[in-house]
């Protein structure tokens, strides 16, 4: 089955620890997607690329890294600069860069900063 | 740039009644419309999506929404909803930036 997939589903990391978020898919998507959700704000673009080997912030994208070495792959790191790391976060794809394409979306990493 | 605001953060219903969410949307250009639904802590899944054509748009699950330009609004609706359709629902909007923006949602929740 063609999909998105995310892991780990809940992470406990240790404040002042770097963390790296896994996202996965097999749909032949070009773009791909991080988001962040907290209770109350909807969702918030971290990061976004529309093509291997390229990226854009979006509009949350500091104490955050990403990297699209293989088109399948879009990890997200979660650095020690983010000031409050604690959220549900998101990895989507879509078919590529026209805007009326849906976003399909992952399960999500549920991130908890001890 | 794009923007959206679900007027309703919380919306409780009885089984069997219909039901209404709204979104308004803003934007300086043509715009592309997406409803989607997320069960608890489980990613989105989309609902419907208005593109082009028709004003009235029909999705998964009985839900359907109308596009009214006039108004840059994209409301939700089901005639007679179920305990299942107990959910968050966040209305999306994207535009000439590539880029898709989310409303804060609306958490519906049935009573039996």
């Known amino acids: 089955d063609g999909g998105i997939t995310q892991s780990p589903k809940y992470l406990f990391r240790k404040e002042g620890q770097n963390v790296t978020l896994s996202c996965e898919q097999n749909l032949n998507h070009d773009a791909m997607y991080w988001y962040r959700q907290d209770p109350g704000q909807g969702l918030r673009l971290i990061y976004y690329?529309?093509?291997?080997?390229?990226?854009q912030k979006g509009d949350i994208a500091e104490g955050y890294s990403v990297s699209r070495e293989k088109k399948e792959s879009f990890p997200l790191t979660v650095t020690s600069a983010q000031k409050n790391p604690t959220a549900f976060y998101l990895c989507?794809?879509?078919?590529?860069?026209?805007?009326?394409?849906?976003?399909?979306f992952g399960p999500g990493t549920r991130l908890t900063v001890l | 740039a794009q923007s959206v605001t679900q007027l309703d953060s919380q919306v409780p219903v009885f089984e069997e009644a219909p039901v209404e969410l709204r979104c308004n949307y803003s934007?300086?250009?043509?715009?592309?419309l997406f409803w989607y639904v997320q069960y608890p802590n489980q990613g989105l899944q989309l609902l419907l999506k208005?593109?082009?054509?028709?004003?009235l748009v029909k999705g998964i699950n009985g839900f359907e929404a109308e596009f009214n330009k006039s108004q840059t609004s994209f409301h939700l609706r089901k005639p007679s909803v179920h305990i299942s359709d107990t959910a968050e629902y966040f209305c999306a909007v994207s535009g000439r930036d590539n880029d898709m923006r989310f409303g804060a949602g609306t958490r519906l929740t049935v009573k039996p």
């Open positions: 690329s529309q093509i291997v080997n390229d990226f």
């Open positions: 934007s300086s250009v043509s715009v592309y």
């Open positions: 208005y593109l082009s054509g028709s004003t």
């Open positions: 989507a794809s879509s078919i590529g860069g026209t805007v009326s394409n849906e976003q399909f």
